[in-house]
């Protein structure tokens, strides 16, 4: 069974004011095992996609990890970017979308998805 097929039955993302950022985000969990305060400090810069891996720089035990970047995450990730993220100067992977505009979200956002 493929792995978005698994999360469908859990999650619910047409539910969600941004149904694109809330699957992206529960994938980055699922698929990475990312906790909320790693994915609301994901930066764009983070992720690369030629070689197909996201990097935390901020994490739980203060290093830097380099993780692959599984494709259905970053079909997620990639659907969210181009169809849902507002236009921002912020670098955030997920900016908010209610005010105060131009900031990344919180992890209590990540949470509630």
Known sequence: ?????????????????????GYAVVRLALDLGLRGIEISRLQLADIDWRLGTVTLRRTKSRRQDMLPLPVATGRALEAYLRHERPKTSDPAVFVRRQAPHDEPIGVDAIRRI
């Not at 069974?1 to 950022?21: G, T, Y």
């Open 1 to 21: 069974m493929k792995a978005s097929a698994q999360v469908k039955p859990f999650f619910a993302p047409d539910a969600l004011p941004s149904p694109k950022r």
